[in-house]
């Protein structure tokens, strides 16, 4: 490798790494598929040979690839770092997070690291919850900082909002023996109250006039997975977080479709410490591209 390592080459490819597709890392950086594409061609001429194994759904590491990926991480957390420390305020302080569970341990593997190394004097307390109770939480002076999927489009005050971190595309999600049988109401394994993807389902479903039944409710995606990896219903979760023991569902199988989400990173109202305005910065690195 002759020429310069381009570092938003290696997080493109990093993203595809973490989610063994192109559309859901085109999804999760907020790039087109088209850009993901260039990248990886880009990092393949440079690395002198293919990085994946690609088919219709998922894509695999070469051993290149997988060399690749070792080097290209260590090397992401270095500069991070590096970055972080060339700003570093002496901050200190307790900041309160909340995350919503689908994103808590890819998020918060990336950043505690770097928080114990460089802010040694920042207490983190980490809440998570589906979005809409973090809000409220978030509103109410609760929490100091908080990471919540909302619809798109709906208005944040300037003040509160930190940025917008890219998009979602929730899709329904069942088992691959699962078929569903357009006889009986559909079996649902449904967020807990306060999710807006939960909204999302009930709500499409009933303007389609669909029949429906709760099998499982609950704020943790893990009881979720079970339910819909066991065959006993049918979910829903983010495009860019499906397993590969889950098949997508569309309108073949007569579902709804479901209207895209937006990440976003708030702050509480009122003043803003410096060990939030760092932690907040942390989660912005982490989601830059």
């Known amino acids: 490798m002759g020429d310069a390592l381009d570092i938003e080459l290696l997080r493109t490819f990093q993203a595809i790494v973490r989610f063994n597709q192109f559309l859901a890392a085109s999804t999760w950086l907020n790039r087109s598929p088209s850009a993901v594409s260039l990248h990886v061609r ?20 070469t051993p290149l690839g997988r060399r690749f990926a070792l080097q290209s991480a260590e090397l992401l957390q270095v500069h991070d770092r590096m970055l972080a420390s060339f700003s570093r305020p002496l901050a200190s302080g307790r900041v309160r997070l ?17 928080l114990s190394t460089l802010y040694p004097h920042i207490d983190l307390e980490v809440e998570t919850g589906a979005s809409g109770r973090l809000s409220l939480k978030l509103a109410r002076g609760q929490l100091d900082l908080a990471l919540v999927v909302e619809p798109l489009g709906i208005d944040t005050p300037d003040e509160r909002l930190v940025k917008k971190v890219g998009t979602t595309e929730p899709v ?33 479903l ?26 006993l219903a049918i979910g829903i979760v983010d495009r860019a977080l499906v397993q590969a023991g889950m098949r997508v569902l569309g ?37 830059r591209g």
């Open 172 to 204: 329904w999600v069942a088992s691959h023996g699962y078929r569903v049988d357009a006889s009986k109401p559909l079996p649902l394994a449904l967020h807990g109250r306060g999710c807006p993807y939960r909204s999302a389902a009930v709500d499409a």
């Open 251 to 287: 309108k073949e199988d007569g579902l709804p479709e479901l209207a895209l989400h937006e990440m976003k990173l708030m702050l509480a109202p009122g003043d803003t410490s410096a060990a939030c305005e760092v932690m907040a910065q942390l989660i912005c690195n982490h989601f």
């Open 98 to 114: 909340g995350i919503s569970e689908e994103y808590a341990g890819a998020l918060l593997q990336c950043t505690l690291s770097t």
């Open 206 to 231: 009933t303007r389609q006039g669909k029949r429906w039944r709760t099998v499982i409710s609950s704020a943790g995606v893990i009881a979720l997975e079970a339910a819909i990896g066991a065959g």
């Open 42 to 61: 880009r990092l393949e001429e440079l690395a002198g040979g293919r990085l994946f194994e690609r088919d219709n759904q998922t894509v695999s590491l």
